[in-house]
T-cell receptor
Framework: AQSVTQLGSHVSVSEGALVLLRCNYS??????LFWYVQYPNQGLQLLLK??????LVKGINGFEAEFKKSETSFHLTKPSAHMSDAAEYFC????????????FGAGTRLAVHP | DAGVIQSPRHEVTEMGQEVTLRCKPI?????LFWYRQTMMRGLELLIY????????DSGMPEDRFSAKMPNASFSTLKIQPSEPRDSAVYFC????????????FGQGTRLTVV
């Protein structure tokens, strides 16, 4: 069975500081990996996804994630946090075979302070 | 396309009443998913459909929950009778039938059962 673990339910950074949100996955087959962002009272929006074409994936709003098979990780980073990045971030995994269903981690709430 | 459309955005109902949540997926999408989000349990996949057929309903918590997809452009999630512990945000999402494709989420329905 597939699963996702997000380390740290809350992360707080200063504006301009590096953002690092951690995600580790468990999958018996090559996974498909995603990061979503949820702003207050909104649905989930895709930030980026791992496509197997490249291990370093760039997404919207300056975010990127690196797939590391040896570490079963897909951590999300952004070099410089902006106040507007404050939101909840979800890592998700799905598998090949047309199932398409996403299994989500518990989420990490990012706070950005001045 | 207007995206995934859910209605109502907010629903407050009394315990024991029937509640029906509605979803219009993105036109052309083959998969439709119902998720529930709570503080305690995070994002849970309740059920998903492929070409209007329910594929996996193992996430549906109890027989009080039922979901239908009578056609490609409409789905309902019904709770009868509702209970206070059903209070949550319910999301509908849709996706294409391709590997490594993301799901597109609606804005959610915030259900409060009093």
């Amino acid at each position: 069975a597939q699963s996702v673990t997000q380390l740290g339910s809350h992360v707080s950074v200063s504006e301009g500081a590096l953002v690092l949100l951690r995600c580790n996955y468990s999958s018996s087959v090559p996974p498909y990996l995603f990061w979503y962002v949820q702003y207050p009272n909104q649905g989930l929006q895709l930030l980026l996804k791992y496509t197997s074409a490249a291990t370093l994936v760039k997404g919207i709003n300056g975010f990127e994630a690196e797939f590391k098979k040896s570490e079963t990780s897909f951590h999300l980073t952004k070099p410089s946090a902006h106040m507007s990045d404050a939101a909840e971030y979800f890592c998700a995994v799905s598998q090949s075979g047309g199932y398409n269903k996403l299994i989500f981690g518990a989420g990490t709430r990012l706070a950005v302070h001045p | 396309d207007a995206g995934v459309i859910q209605s109502p955005r907010h629903e407050v109902t009394e315990m024991g009443q029937e509640v029906t949540l509605r979803c219009k997926p993105i036109s052309g999408h083959d998969y439709l998913f119902w998720y529930r989000q709570t503080m305690m349990r995070g994002l849970e996949l309740l059920i998903y459909f492929n070409n209007n057929v329910p594929i996996d309903d193992s996430g549906m918590p109890e027989d009080r929950f039922s979901a239908k997809m009578p056609n490609a452009s409409f789905s309902t999630l019904k709770i009868q009778p509702s209970e206070p512990r059903d209070s949550a945000v319910y999301f509908c999402a849709s996706s294409l039938a391709r590997d490594n494709t993301e799901a597109f989420f609606g804005q959610g329905t915030r259900l409060t059962v009093v």
